[in-house]
């Protein structure tokens, strides 16, 4: 089945400076790949999620990489702002009909002031 | 759109009783339901895989009769943890793909439900 891997675990960033979490896949029919943040006691909440037939996409300060060939997938956040600290998952939708997620380990991004 | 609710959001429960969770999805249809298990500190876990009107597939090492699962209709699947015990206290948290939504491929999770077993 699928495994994907994360790294870095924690990430601490000064304020204004960019931010880059890579993550690998082992599942090479992977079609589909989330991010999402996640504060403590919530929901996991998407913040951008790239398809396997793209290999960039951006949404204003955030944008993902793909390389399908390699198996891995990177956030980048730019102009990290104290409101971005929090818990960063990746995940992979692996083939077949399941269409169920395989989640990283996380990384806690701290922005510091 | 597309909102998953939990209930409830928060439990606590002897050791050796039975919780039941309830995910709904309050506007749209979800033919597939997902349950996750997050520990502390740790990530999402696949539990189990929940398709409505059939049973649902476990994923490795989740026993199935103590984490009963029921899709009875395409807005609502529920989890029952029977006979609880304190190391089963975690972040119990679903999700669901829906039919006739923007993006075919996002889940919608729902807010969580936080067991804890004394």
């Known amino acids: 089945g699928e495994n994907v891997e994360q790294h870095p675990s924690t990430l601490s960033v000064q304020e204004g400076d960019s931010a880059v979490i890579k993550c690998t896949y082992s599942?090479?029919?992977?079609?589909?790949f989330p991010w999402y943040k996640q504060e403590l006691g919530k929901r996991p909440q998407l913040i951008i999620d790239i398809r396997s037939n793209v290999g960039e996409k951006k949404d204003q300060r955030i944008a993902v990489t793909l390389n399908k060939t390699a198996k891995h997938f990177s956030l980048h956040i730019t102009e990290t702002q104290p409101e971005d600290s929090a818990v960063y998952f990746c995940?992979?939708?692996?083939?077949?009909?399941?269409?169920?997620?395989?989640f990283g380990q996380g990384t806690r991004l701290t922005i510091n002031p | 759109g597309a909102v998953v609710s939990q209930h409830p959001s928060r439990v606590i429960c002897k050791s050796g009783t039975s919780v039941k969770i309830e995910c709904r999805s309050l506007?749209?249809?979800?033919?597939?339901m997902f349950w996750y298990r997050q520990f502390p500190k740790q990530s999402l876990m696949l539990m189990a895989t929940s398709n409505e009107g059939s049973k649902a597939t476990y994923e490795q090492g989740v026993e199935k009769d103590k984490f009963l699962i029921n899709h009875a209709s395409l807005t609502l699947s529920t989890l029952t943890v029977t006979s609880a015990h304190p190391e089963d206290s975690s972040f119990y948290i679903c999700?669901?793909?829906?039919?006739?939504?923007?993006?075919?491929?996002?889940?919608?999770f729902g807010p969580g439900t936080r067991l804890t077993v004394t």
């Open positions: 599942d090479s029919a992977s079609n589909y």
């Open positions: 999700s669901a793909y829906g039919q006739g939504l923007p993006n075919s491929y996002e889940q919608y």
């Open positions: 995940a992979a939708r692996g083939g077949g009909r399941a269409q169920k997620l395989v």
């Open positions: 506007d749209f249809q979800a033919t597939t």
